[in-house]
Protein backbone atom coordinates (compact mmCIF):
# COMPACT_ATOMS: atom_id res chain seq x y z
CA UNK A 1 0.00 0.00 0.00
CA UNK A 2 1.03 3.58 -1.25
CA UNK A 3 2.28 6.25 1.09
CA UNK A 4 -0.83 7.98 -0.24
CA UNK A 5 -3.20 4.93 0.30
CA UNK A 6 -1.89 4.92 3.79
CA UNK A 7 -3.05 8.85 4.74
CA UNK A 8 -5.92 9.10 2.26
CA UNK A 9 -8.66 6.83 3.76
CA UNK A 10 -10.87 7.09 0.32
CA UNK A 11 -7.46 6.17 -1.43
CA UNK A 12 -7.46 3.64 1.20
CA UNK A 13 -11.13 2.38 0.58
CA UNK A 14 -10.96 1.89 -3.43
CA UNK A 15 -7.70 0.12 -3.13
CA UNK A 16 -9.05 -2.75 -0.94
CA UNK A 17 -12.09 -2.48 -3.10
CA UNK A 18 -11.37 -1.77 -6.64
CA UNK A 19 -11.00 -4.76 -9.18
CA UNK A 20 -10.90 -7.73 -7.18
CA UNK A 21 -12.31 -11.48 -7.35
CA UNK A 22 -14.15 -12.74 -4.44
CA UNK A 23 -13.79 -17.03 -4.64
CA UNK A 24 -16.06 -18.84 -2.62
CA UNK A 25 -15.80 -22.87 -1.77
CA UNK A 26 -18.79 -25.30 -1.10
CA UNK A 27 -17.26 -28.26 -1.54
CA UNK A 28 -17.94 -29.26 -5.04
CA UNK A 29 -19.17 -25.47 -6.26
CA UNK A 30 -16.85 -22.58 -6.37
CA UNK A 31 -18.30 -19.22 -7.57
CA UNK A 32 -16.07 -16.78 -8.46
CA UNK A 33 -17.32 -13.24 -8.34
CA UNK A 34 -15.82 -10.28 -10.64
CA UNK A 35 -16.41 -6.97 -8.71
CA UNK A 36 -15.02 -3.36 -9.26
CA UNK A 37 -15.39 -0.56 -6.73
CA UNK A 38 -17.06 -3.22 -4.35
CA UNK A 39 -19.78 -3.81 -7.51
CA UNK A 40 -20.38 -7.21 -9.27
CA UNK A 41 -19.84 -7.36 -12.71
CA UNK A 42 -19.78 -11.05 -13.50
CA UNK A 43 -20.16 -14.48 -11.65
CA UNK A 44 -18.49 -17.78 -12.84
CA UNK A 45 -19.79 -21.30 -11.22
CA UNK A 46 -17.48 -24.14 -11.08
CA UNK A 47 -18.92 -27.08 -10.05
CA UNK A 48 -17.02 -30.45 -9.71
CA UNK A 49 -18.32 -32.99 -11.76
CA UNK A 50 -18.21 -37.16 -10.86
CA UNK A 51 -18.94 -37.96 -14.66
CA UNK A 52 -15.48 -36.49 -16.05
CA UNK A 53 -13.78 -36.67 -13.07
CA UNK A 54 -13.18 -32.54 -13.82
CA UNK A 55 -14.02 -29.22 -12.74
CA UNK A 56 -16.82 -27.98 -15.20
CA UNK A 57 -17.81 -24.40 -15.52
CA UNK A 58 -21.44 -23.50 -15.66
CA UNK A 59 -23.94 -20.00 -15.67
CA UNK A 60 -23.69 -18.56 -11.72
CA UNK A 61 -27.81 -18.67 -11.94
CA UNK A 62 -27.22 -22.94 -12.31
CA UNK A 63 -27.85 -24.36 -9.41
CA UNK A 64 -26.71 -28.08 -8.41
CA UNK A 65 -29.22 -30.86 -9.05
CA UNK A 66 -30.01 -32.14 -4.94
CA UNK A 67 -27.98 -35.83 -4.75
CA UNK A 68 -31.09 -37.39 -4.50
CA UNK A 69 -30.55 -40.85 -1.89
CA UNK A 70 -28.48 -39.79 1.29
CA UNK A 71 -26.19 -42.47 0.68
CA UNK A 72 -25.60 -40.30 -2.02
CA UNK A 73 -24.50 -37.46 -0.16
CA UNK A 74 -22.49 -39.90 2.30
CA UNK A 75 -20.71 -41.49 -0.49
CA UNK A 76 -20.21 -37.37 -2.14
CA UNK A 77 -18.68 -36.41 1.43
CA UNK A 78 -16.51 -39.40 1.87
CA UNK A 79 -15.09 -38.70 -1.91
CA UNK A 80 -14.49 -35.46 -0.79
CA UNK A 81 -12.33 -35.90 1.96
CA UNK A 82 -10.32 -38.40 0.09
CA UNK A 83 -10.10 -36.02 -2.78
CA UNK A 84 -10.30 -32.55 -1.39
CA UNK A 85 -6.39 -31.40 -2.05
CA UNK A 86 -6.46 -32.82 -5.48
CA UNK A 87 -9.55 -31.63 -6.42
CA UNK A 88 -8.71 -28.30 -5.34
CA UNK A 89 -5.27 -28.47 -6.39
CA UNK A 90 -6.71 -28.87 -10.27
CA UNK A 91 -8.92 -25.91 -9.87
CA UNK A 92 -6.34 -23.54 -8.97
CA UNK A 93 -4.49 -22.59 -11.63
CA UNK A 94 -8.33 -22.29 -13.57
CA UNK A 95 -9.07 -19.48 -10.95
CA UNK A 96 -5.62 -17.89 -11.60
CA UNK A 97 -5.98 -17.82 -15.32
CA UNK A 98 -9.37 -16.05 -14.59
CA UNK A 99 -8.37 -13.64 -12.31
CA UNK A 100 -5.11 -12.96 -15.06
CA UNK A 101 -7.76 -12.62 -17.85
CA UNK A 102 -10.16 -10.34 -16.11
CA UNK A 103 -7.25 -8.03 -14.90
CA UNK A 104 -8.14 -8.76 -11.19
CA UNK A 105 -5.16 -8.47 -9.47
CA UNK A 106 -5.89 -10.48 -6.65
CA UNK A 107 -9.40 -12.17 -4.66
CA UNK A 108 -10.64 -12.51 -1.14
CA UNK A 109 -11.31 -16.44 -0.59
CA UNK A 110 -14.40 -17.55 1.48
CA UNK A 111 -15.40 -20.70 2.87
CA UNK A 112 -14.79 -22.65 6.22
CA UNK A 113 -11.34 -22.73 6.91
CA UNK A 114 -10.33 -26.29 5.69
CA UNK A 115 -11.26 -25.54 2.17
CA UNK A 116 -10.01 -21.81 2.00
CA UNK A 117 -6.93 -23.18 3.26
CA UNK A 118 -6.26 -26.09 0.68
CA UNK A 119 -7.44 -24.18 -1.83
CA UNK A 120 -5.42 -21.16 -1.34
CA UNK A 121 -2.47 -23.51 -0.87
CA UNK A 122 -2.16 -23.96 -4.71
CA UNK A 123 -2.63 -20.27 -4.97
CA UNK A 124 0.39 -17.30 -5.44
CA UNK A 125 0.49 -15.56 -2.34
CA UNK A 126 0.17 -12.21 -4.41
CA UNK A 127 -3.49 -13.53 -5.46
CA UNK A 128 -4.40 -13.85 -2.47
CA UNK A 129 -6.14 -10.47 -0.75
CA UNK A 130 -7.69 -12.08 2.04
CA UNK A 131 -9.85 -14.55 3.45
CA UNK A 132 -13.34 -14.76 4.98
CA UNK A 133 -13.32 -18.42 6.89
CA UNK A 134 -17.16 -18.76 7.12
CA UNK A 135 -19.42 -20.95 5.01
CA UNK A 136 -21.34 -18.11 3.29
CA UNK A 137 -22.01 -20.74 -0.75
CA UNK A 138 -25.66 -20.39 0.28
CA UNK A 139 -25.78 -16.70 0.60
CA UNK A 140 -26.96 -14.47 -2.14
CA UNK A 141 -24.00 -12.27 -3.86
CA UNK A 142 -24.96 -9.06 -1.96
CA UNK A 143 -24.53 -10.49 1.50
CA UNK A 144 -21.48 -12.50 0.51
CA UNK A 145 -20.21 -8.78 -0.68
CA UNK A 146 -21.23 -7.36 2.37
CA UNK A 147 -19.30 -9.65 4.64
CA UNK A 148 -16.49 -9.36 2.83
CA UNK A 149 -15.95 -5.28 1.98
CA UNK A 150 -18.54 -4.35 5.08
CA UNK A 151 -21.89 -3.19 4.30
CA UNK A 152 -20.25 0.80 4.75
CA UNK A 153 -18.49 0.44 1.44
CA UNK A 154 -21.51 -0.51 -0.52
Known amino acids: ?14 QTVSETGVIVTQKRDVLLIDTALGEVRDELKFHWSFETD ?10 SAPGGADTAA ?25 LKSRNLEDAYFVGSKE ?5 T ?9 GKVQKN ?6 HEILNTVYGESLR
Open 1 to 14: MGTYARANPTARTL
Open 54 to 63: DWVQRDAGHT
Open 74 to 98: DEFDRRFEENMQRWYKKLAPILTKE
Open 115 to 119: MTDEL
Open 121 to 129: QHIDDSKIR
Open 136 to 141: LGSKPT
